[in-house]
């Protein structure tokens, strides 16, 4: 398959005599891809079962005659005023008990059934009139599930729904309608013994938000789980419908750092994952990097937040099927500051994620529109239809692809688990301020990168590591004992990282303590989280900072702090455990001491590279050009070689 470049575009946003030649000028820059229709429910149906698609055919038409090939969105993340006015209380409710506000976008709850129904009909209707149009190549559910902090909604639907969720979790060993649950069961597993919080039946259990103090953990991991796997229905009951009337592959464009449903689960009713890339957008608020490295990379983007989503998002998408659905083109309009990329950068971002196993990248967005809420964002267009700069970066891509290779998926040598439910178990009982399982794993992440190595990310049910030299799992706060027995009998090395195994399933310590690693005495002893500026030296270099256990047992000892203290150590024949928060010398000291064997190469400030198995990849993301094994790889550069 191809690589190929499109763009998103809102026809209904400009006058119907510019789409042709609109449509003109993006065949001719040799885009494949035109992706619409997301946001435009009320021009489809003004009024309640009155359809308007005389505008979206003609626009769907013109746009395949010039021989582009349509992404179909459905516009669910836009209900219209008519909609809200019938459902007032579908609008989801915040933490403090606010309803949040008609005037923007996803104003919904995933748990209000009558939404539910308004977004099946509306995708009914859709899919009907276009399931079978040639023009139509892709669809697209909704708009970034979980964008402005929507998934967890505190409303009466979310309230009644997470009881059926519980009883549904706690089922009654007897039920006569089959749909009662075990309230001792949820008790006892929950520990509402503590502080006389059992519950006499679902319907007194209320949403975890507006205690006194702190929720049982329990009690809000499960509303997390429940909330996560509302977004899994909602986007199921589309692609059911969807694919009733339609073949073409259905893709949902996720985000950057948006952990609150389980993506994997998404996924898997879908063919294709993507993903809306804003690297400068993203780098102050949620790589989390220090200030000076934001300084760094304010214009080039962090160097390895776009890299692991990319490979977040393949292990996604079905069969490795992923796109980039949106790639930032210049500055944007929503972050603390938005600044415009060096020159070369969109290029960059653009080689990548094909370089990550993209099959295409669509810049978001065509024109900018000088109306609205996204005044400000760039486009491949300015608002009087010049060029900007994209444009000439997007060209250049295009004109490169001529002689590239096709799309391709090679396993990397290392593996790094990913667990959504850890991310939740974090968030629930972060133990230290600012410690997030994300966190960690991007930490990890981007020790891998320093050292050279292509990484491929897995979900937390893989259970097969052949062809992996090093396989590394941080933070799993819950692992069933199929996973543990699945790590230890593997052929790679294997790291383990701090909290790993360290709850049961319903949120409880187990006992024997964590890790209980078979074959293993390693014990965690006590934990504890640390001061920012307090971290723990390390022997040979680096620290550990934020989150450290004491670990007893174990075998040969890694890495120990200044004061003698195990803080990695062997606990089984390829196994080792670390028991704290490392900071970047601590990972890649311990990565390249387990995985002696590994080609580790420790890349220069700023500079990654990536091996697709026929290409090799160097991206310079700093400011300065790099010399680098004999080649100089200029700032915001690629250095592309066939294998
Ligand atoms: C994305 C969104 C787009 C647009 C864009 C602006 O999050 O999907 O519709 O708002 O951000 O950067």
Not at 380 to 397: C, I, K, N, Q
């Amino acid at each position: 398959m191809k690589r190929t470049l499109g763009v998103c575009y809102y026809p209904e946003q400009w006058s119907e005599d510019m789409w042709a030649s609109d449509a003109a000028r993006m065949a001719d820059l040799g885009l494949t891809w035109v992706r619409i229709g997301e946001f435009a429910w009320k021009r489809m149906e003004p009024v309640e079962g009155q359809y308007d698609w005389a505008w979206l055919d003609r626009a769907i038409d013109v746009l395949g005659q010039a021989g582009l090939k349509v992404v179909l969105g459905t516009p669910t993340a836009t209900p219209p005023a008519w909609v809200v006015a019938k459902h007032p209380d579908m609008l989801a409710v915040d933490a403090q008990g606010n309803t949040r506000g008609y005037g923007s976008r996803r104003h919904y709850c995933f748990s209000h059934r009558g939404y539910l129904e308004e977004c099946r009909r509306i995708v009914r209707a859709m899919a009907k009139r276009y399931g079978r149009n040639p023009h139509v190549a892709a669809w697209q559910t909704d708009n970034e599930y979980g964008c402005h902090d929507t998934v967890l909604s505190y409303s009466d639907a979310a309230r009644s729904g997470f009881q059926d969720w519980l009883r549904r979790q706690f089922p009654a060993a007897q039920s006569a309608c089959g749909n009662d649950g075990d309230i001792d069961a949820l008790n006892a597993a929950w520990g509402n013994v503590f502080w006389s919080m059992d519950y006499d039946s679902f319907e007194q259990i209320g949403l975890p938000n507006l205690t006194v103090t702190e929720c049982n953990p329990a009690h809000v991991h499960a509303f997390r789980r429940f909330s996560s796997d509302q977004v899994v229905a909602f986007n199921a009951a589309q692609v059911e419908i969807l694919r009733a009337h339609t073949d073409a592959p259905i893709a949902h464009n996720y985000m950057g750092r948006v952990t609150e449903f389980d993506h994997f689960k998404v996924g898997a009713d879908l063919d294709i994952a993507s993903w809306d890339s804003y690297p400068l957008g993203f780098l102050e608020d949620r790589v989390g990097a220090p200030a000076a490295s934001q300084a760094a990379y304010a214009r080039q983007g962090d160097p390895d937040f776009q890299a692991f989503h990319h490979d977040l998002y393949r292990a996604v998408g079905k069969d490795g099927r992923w796109w980039i659905m949106e790639q930032q083109p210049g500055p944007v309009n929503w972050a603390p500051y938005n600044p415009s990329p060096l020159p070369g950068m969109v290029r960059l971002w653009t080689w990548e994620a094909f370089a990550h196993g993209a099959e295409a990248v669509c810049y978001f967005r065509w024109r900018q529109a000088p109306f609205a809420q996204e005044q400000m964002h760039a486009g491949l267009l300015r608002p009087d239809s010049v060029e900007a700069e994209a444009f000439g970066e997007a060209g250049e891509v295009m004109a490169e692809l001529a002689d590239a290779a096709e799309v391709s998926h090679v396993q990397a040598p290392v593996a790094l688990m990913f667990d959504y439910d850890a991310d939740w178990a974090w968030a629930v009982q972060p133990h230290g301020a600012g410690l997030s399982y994300f966190g960690l794993v991007f930490d990890w992440y981007r020790a891998c990168r320093k050292l050279g190595l292509s990484v491929d990310i897995l979900p937390p049910t893989a259970r097969d590591f052949a062809g992996y030299a090093l396989v590394l799992v941080p933070g799993m706060m819950h692992m069933p004992d199929d996973l543990k027995h699945a790590l230890n009998n593997a052929e790679a090395e294997v790291i383990l990282g701090p909290r790993s195994g360290a709850r049961d399933a319903d949120f409880n310590i187990p006992v024997p303590l964590p890790p209980a690693w078979p074959g293993s005495d390693v014990t965690v002893s006590r934990v504890q989280s640390l001061r920012p500026d307090t971290p723990i030296a390390l022997d040979g270099g680096g620290a550990v900072t934020g989150y450290v256990e004491q670990i007893e047992g174990g075998g040969d000892v890694i890495l120990r702090s200044v004061d003698g203290a195990p803080i990695a150590v062997r606990c089984g024949a390829r196994v080792s455990y670390m028991a704290g928060w490392g900071d970047d010398t601590a990972h890649v000291h311990l990565i390249e001491t387990v995985a002696a064997d590994l080609p580790c190469q420790r890349m220069p400030e700023g500079l990654r590279r990536r091996d697709t198995g026929c290409e090799e990849f160097w991206f310079n993301y700093s400011s300065q050009d790099i010399e680098f094994e004999g080649e100089t790889i200029p700032s915001a550069g690629v250095v592309r070689r066939a294998r």
